[in-house]
Antibody, heavy 119, light 107 residues
């Protein structure tokens, strides 16, 4: 069974940083692209970032480009999202999602971790 | 960017009735469309991919159709566990984009 468990959420200061983690199990991690998707309060789902299986190729939404960095440690089966220069509109539940291969939809999701940005 | 537009925003349906949800892409996305179900406090759940292929374990009452820019999710006979928010998503182009969601509520 695929399991994705996010952690690292909490209260962040505007301009500050947080690092999210997603621990995985139940599937071959290193071949799989992984993504982060967020949901702001009262809003819909919003794709944030994707990293390929090797970690060499990354993709970002314009809203986070230059501020967020996605990475992975295949030896630990863990996905990360380094969030810098936080803004109030980054407040959201952040979900880790497994990307199906070779198709590219999100076939498994974690329960999410809440990030609140406020002074 | 492919903008995904869902309609209606809210759909009020009685249990046992059929629900039809629409999703329109601003430009062609081929067959690279997925549907997800999302309940409050839960992980989103993949329902349909490649327009019409049900994900593992998804009941046959869920079906998808369409092509190019216009797509539909049909729930043939709503069960109590189907009341949720449904999102379409294109994975043909970067950035990946979702529709704004359709909330299916009990009438």
């Amino acid at each position: 069974e695929v399991q994705l468990l996010e952690s690292g959420g909490g209260l962040g200061q505007p301009g500050g940083s947080l690092r999210l983690s997603c621990a995985t199990s139940g599937f071959p991690f290193s071949p799989c692209a992984m993504s982060w998707v967020r949901q702001a309060p009262g809003k819909g789902l919003d794709w944030v970032s994707t990293v390929d299986g090797s970690g060499d190729f990354t993709y970002y939404a314009d809203s986070v480009k230059g501020r967020f960095t996605v990475s992975r440690d295949n030896s630990k089966r863990t996905l990360y999202l380094q969030m810098n220069s936080l803004r109030a509109d980054d407040t959201a539940i952040y979900y880790c999602a497994k990307v199906a291969s070779p198709a590219r939809f999100f076939d498994s999701w974690g329960q999410g971790t809440l990030v609140s940005v406020s002074s | 960017e492919r903008v995904m537009t869902q309609s209606p925003a809210t759909l009020s349906v009685s249990p046992g009735e059929r629900a039809i949800l629409s999703c329109r892409a601003s430009q062609s996305i081929g067959s690279n469309l997925a549907w997800y179900q999302h309940k409050p406090g839960r992980a989103p759940r993949l329902l349909i991919y490649a327009v019409s292929t049900r994900a593992t374990g998804i009941p046959a009452r869920f079906s998808g159709s369409g092509s190019g820019t216009d797509f539909t999710l049909t729930i043939s006979s709503l069960q109590s566990e189907d009341f949720a928010v449904y999102y379409c998503q294109q994975y043909n182009n970067w950035p990946r984009t979702f529709g704004q969601g359709t909330k299916v509520e009990i009438k």
